[in-house]
Structures are given as structure tokens and as C-alpha cells.
């Protein structure tokens, strides 16, 4: 945020700086919008549709995209420089494609293709999908405690790595 910082081996990285004044300048809008969006009074895609003028965003559109610089640039600092950080982006990232691999072993009917022509009929097997694969996690949790509980039982110990 500051021009005037010497970031070292990041200056290349760091070239773009965040426009504090133009955050503070609309600030107001920003937060009417997102008590908009708190309160459900705007739709999402409403709101990003109104955000744009000929496909370029409006001024309050570059606003909001300034403020999640600072977020997404704090996301990217700490992922580079904390191990733990990242090594937690990894699980959840495994657990999201350990979720797809199944849902897309349970979707094999019609080679797994949406066949439906209008949008209900899309969402409706896509919600059917999801609850199968939703009802198969927490039979898995449950039973999967059970055995944990098990071996706990005989005296085993148990180490985090291994569960």
C-alpha cells in the first residue's frame, strides 16, 4: 500500500499498489451494498451485472476489486512465507477433489451429463447428487469414529498423522 516501500525480491511482484484514496472516497457505497447483501435485499447477480456498465466495471465496481486486492495480496504473503498455512489449503483442497472423485463415481448414468434442457431439471439432479454423496460422507464419519472408538478401546494408540 505504500509507494514509497522497499520490498526487496517482492518489489517485482509488488508493482501494483492499492488505491487507498479511491477505497476511502467510496467507502459508503461500499458498506450500503454490503448491508445489501447482508440483508438479502440485492441479488448477487443483479448487483454484478449493475456493477458493470458495456462489460467495464463502474467506479464502484473498481472499488470493491481494489478493496479485495488487500485480502487476496495478505492470502498470497501468508501462503508464501507460512508452511501451516499452506499445508491447510492442501487438506481442504484434497477433501474438495476427494468429494469431486466421488461424486463423479456415483454420476455414471448417462456418462455423467446433465440431460435435463431447463434449469430446474439441472438443479434437481444436481441436488440429488449432492444429498447422495452428502448422506455417504456422514455414514462414512460415523462409522469410521465407531472403528477409531474401537481401537481406542483395545488401549491402541492413536496418532493424528494416521487417522
Do not use: C
Not at 128 to 140: D, M, P, Q, R
Amino acid at each position: 500500500m505504500d509507494s514509497s516501500a522497499d520490498y526487496g525480491i517482492l518489489n517485482v511482484l509488488s508493482k501494483n499498489r492499492i488505491n487507498k484514496e479511491r477505497i476511502i472516497r467510496y467507502w459508503n457505497d461500499f458498506m450500503r451494498v454490503a448491508g445489501s447483501l447482508m440483508l438479502g435485499t440485492v441479488n448477487t447477480t443483479q448487483l454484478i451485472k449493475a456493477l458493470q456498465h458495456g462489460g467495464k466495471p463502474i467506479m464502484l465496481g473498481k472499488v470493491i476489486g481494489e478493496l479485495g486486492r488487500i485480502f487476496k495480496t495478505k492470502h498470497n504473503l501468508t501462503y508464501i512465507d507460512d508452511e501451516a498455512y499452506r499445508r491447510k489449503i492442501l487438506t481442504q483442497l484434497n477433501r474438495g477433489e476427494f468429494r469431486h472423485s466421488l461424486a463423479r463415481a456415483l454420476w455414471n448414468s448417462k456418462k455423467g451429463e446433465l440431460h435435463q434442457n431447463y434449469r430446474e431439471g439441472q438443479e434437481d439432479q444436481l441436488g440429488a447428487l449432492g444429498f447422495i454423496v452428502n448422506a455417504i460422507v456422514i455414514w462414512n464419519t460415523k462409522y469410521i469414529g465407531l472403528v477409531l472408538d474401537a481401537i481406542r478401546d483395545k488401549d491402541k494408540i492413536l496418532e493424528y498423522e494416521d487417522i
